[in-house]
């Protein structure tokens, strides 16, 4: 789990150049020339070997005087089948004729030779480490990252609200009430949390259509004002454990039903309610598949699908992507850390007796 969020920040500081380098390196690094006495940001394009010169120790070309690659030296032996050598020959380096070059691009902006292209020796170049924090200023520049933000938290309320709501009033019926079927219709419910939510993508999106919802925030809203079932019996499960002589001394003091449910049985609920606020909150964060299916506005998009717009048809900015993608996980980890000891005390206690 922890080195996919190294891999996304790590992405986040690199060059567009760098991400996919082979071998893939952790350490975003930043290639610089030598050029009037002054190291300059570039980009490596192509590299050429050495160009070596070795005599011949052995076979009849013995003796013979060659120009080879660096690459066809190696180990006190040289391999050149396009100059008849196809088997590796003794040989003895005699000297460098010509250094390893590379050819690089100038990146800094501030050069005049800024986009040219050279070939430059190999010793002229140096690499460090260069962490590309403007791909931040320059992802959160690129798209409506506060208008998205705020859409997105807009709905993360009023689901967090219409979830935590509609399943804790059902889980109170199903866990403290007594009424015909109520076994039965739990029975029902729970059924329900065998259908792939796939299978109801559109029988939802026709409705809504019929409603003329389309393109509103009511598609990604509306469902939590009626209970999650998933929710529901991890809170009846929870209220469960609450003693029943709470609530009859309750009762007994002239508290209403609704009373006992807000003021005694909540309050004491929080561990299970925080969990589901947590769950609700990442699933509507990162929701991606809602918002594509009902949005059409850019104005109204969230932050999963204003992340989309970086993905071109032929190209993609990746970098821009994990440096946005990296701010947009931030808040899920900060509310993780920040509630979980809500989030494991409400996992642990839910079903067990008190």
Not at 56 to 62: A, K, N, P, V, Y
Not at 302 to 330: I, P, R
């Amino acid at each position: 789990m922890i080195v996919p969020f190294l891999w996304l920040v790590s992405s986040s500081l690199k060059k567009p150049s760098e991400i996919f380098r082979q071998p893939p390196d952790l350490v975003p690094w930043l290639d610089e020339v030598l050029l009037e006495g002054t190291f300059v940001e570039c980009e490596r394009k192509a590299g050429f070997d050495a160009e070596l010169e070795v005599r011949l120790d052995e076979g009849e070309r013995h003796g013979e005087l060659l120009k080879v690659h660096s690459g066809q030296f190696q180990g006190g032996r040289v391999t050149a089948p396009e100059r008849g050598l196809v088997t590796a020959t003794a040989a003895t380096l005699l000297r460098e004729v010509q250094p390893e070059r590379i050819e690089v691009e100038i990146l800094d902006e501030e050069n005049p030779r800024h986009g040219n292209r050279m070939v430059v020796a190999a010793t002229d170049l140096r690499r460090r480490v260069g962490l590309q924090w403007r791909n931040y200023a320059t992802a959160l520049g690129s798209f409506q990252f506060l208008r998205y933000t705020l859409n997105t938290l807009l709905l993360v309320l009023l689901n967090v609200l219409g979830v935590l709501l509609s399943s804790a009033l059902a889980a109170y019926g199903f866990a403290k009430l007594r009424f015909p079927g109520r076994e039965v219709l739990f029975l029902v419910l729970l059924s329900t949390m065998m259908l792939p939510g796939i299978v109801l993508l559109i029988p939802h999106f026709q409705m809504f259509k019929w409603l003329d919802l389309l393109d509103t925030y009511w598609p990604l809203t509306l469902p939590a004002f009626f209970g999650v079932p998933f929710y529901i019996f991890l809170l009846r499960q929870f209220f469960r454990t609450i003693p029943n002589d709470l609530s009859d001394a309750a009762r007994i003091d002239g508290c209403s039903e609704f009373g006992i449910f807000w003021r005694v049985v909540l309050p004491l609920s929080k561990p299970a309610l925080a969990t589901i606020a947590i769950f609700t909150f990442m699933g509507v964060w990162n929701d991606l598949m809602g918002p594509l299916i009902y949005l059409f506005d850019m104005e109204k998009f969230t932050l999963a699908l204003g992340l989309s717009t970086f993905k071109g048809e032929y190209s993609t900015k990746w970098h821009l992507l994990m440096a946005s993608s990296a701010v947009m996980v931030v808040p899920v980890i900060v509310l993780f850390f920040t509630c979980q000891r809500f989030f494991i005390r409400g996992i642990t206690m839910t079903g067990m007796k008190g």
